[in-house]
């Protein structure tokens, strides 16, 4: 089951789309390269691939709303496991040579084909229910600080110890399966700055020269991330009089929000007067991004996300499939901010940085 609705060009992308644009952030092979041998960076995704499939075995398998799950989960396993390694045999098998879009797309495609739909859904409400308990403390302790740059500092800190809960990562996963993990200390435990990618200074220094009007946010995780890294950070753009576009994917992928589950957390998040912890959102719109994985090809949106955004003047992308593997490079007709945190071994060397370092990458556009 993929998304059904027509899909078009994000409209912020500079024209033409096919010469100036290209999702995936890393290049896995390049054009002197064998066409029918892959290369050491495929060989090194696809086990990053393979990996992952024992833990979403284990979700698929213990999935209450599937018949036969166990079955059907080994089924998967098998699967998926079988296709990576053609692909490492072939690369141009099975829709290759393969990039992190089609690695994922395979992945989900499995899952669906087996009758999974969701299988990170009971983690995803649990974590949901978790982090709306600790939102007001946390909104509390950023709006107490008094000094709007280190208000934004603080912000941005909180989307990166939001962005650690991420279950397509092997290693986060099982950190997370035996004991959670803690937003306040993820905080305190950033990777000391500079960055791997660190435009945090002149992005505090254009926010506080010129709020933007409107801002589009491509939103990654559930959880801590959407709750206590995301709605805290466009709350204060709200409260500060911009309007605030939350992208979130259609259909289920990992643990990202979908837009329907957001919706559902900014219900119970409302006070009795429709606020947010004060603040009001009626500037503040969900829309369906058209998007069915955990990484974004912005060659095809949603009506609606396109149709919402050709106005805005700032563009963010956040997390690592969104922000980092893909779209780190890309280019946007208004000011854009890629935003997320480095959760495998390869991304943070492509970078050049550590494992869990962050990345703020913000481009103004000279009007």
Not at 79 to 100: F, M, N, Q, V
Not at 154 to 176: H, K, Y
Request: aromatic share 8%; proline share 6%; hydrophobic share 40%.
């Amino acid at each position: 089951m993929e998304s059904d609705s027509v899909m078009v060009p994000f409209p912020l992308l500079p024209v033409p789309i096919e010469s100036n644009y290209r999702a995936c952030t890393i290049p896995y092979r390049f054009p002197s390269d064998n066409p029918r041998k892959a290369t050491p960076t495929e060989i090194s995704w696809i086990d990053l691939f393979s990996n992952s499939i024992p833990s979403f075995k284990e979700r698929a398998e213990s999935d209450t709303s599937v018949p036969d799950a166990p079955v059907r989960a080994e089924k998967f396993a098998q699967r998926y496991a079988e296709i990576l390694e053609d692909l490492k045999k072939d690369p141009e098998s099975h829709g290759g040579p393969p990039d992190c879009i089609l690695l994922c797309r395979i992945r989900e495609l499995i899952l669906r084909e087996l009758g999974f739909r969701d299988i990170f859904k009971k983690v995803k409400d649990e974590e949901n229910a978790k982090a709306i308990t600790l939102f007001p403390e946390v909104v509390r302790l950023s709006d107490a600080i008094e000094d709007e740059g280190k208000r934004i500092e603080n912000l941005v800190r909180g989307i990166f110890a939001g962005n650690i809960f991420d279950l397509g990562s092997a290693q986060l996963a099982e950190v997370f399966s035996k004991d959670g993990m803690s937003f306040l200390a993820s905080c305190q435990n950033l990777v000391p700055r500079p960055w791997v990618i660190d435009d945090l200074d002149n992005f505090q220094a254009r926010w506080l020269k010129k709020p933007w009007k409107k801002a589009v946010i491509f939103v990654d995780n559930s959880g801590a991330d959407i709750i206590l890294g995301i709605l805290p950070f466009a709350r204060e753009m709200l409260r500060q009089g911009m309007q605030v576009v939350l992208a979130a994917n259609e259909l289920p992928s990992i643990n990202d929000v979908t837009y329907t589950e957001l919706a559902e957390i900014l219900s119970k998040l409302k006070d009795e007067n429709g606020q947010l912890m004060g603040v009001d959102i009626s500037n503040l719109l969900i829309a369906n991004s058209g998007n069915d994985l955990p990484v974004i090809d912005l060659a095809r949106v949603s009506q609606e996300v396109a149709y919402l955004s050709t106005d805005a003047d700032l563009v963010i992308l956040e997390g690592m499939g969104r922000g980092i593997e893909t779209n780190l490079y890309a280019q946007f007709k208004c000011d854009s901010l890629k935003i997320g945190m480095v959760k495998h071994p390869e991304v943070a060397q492509f970078l050049g940085g550590r494992l869990y370092d962050c990345v703020i990458k913000y481009n103004e556009v000279q009007s």
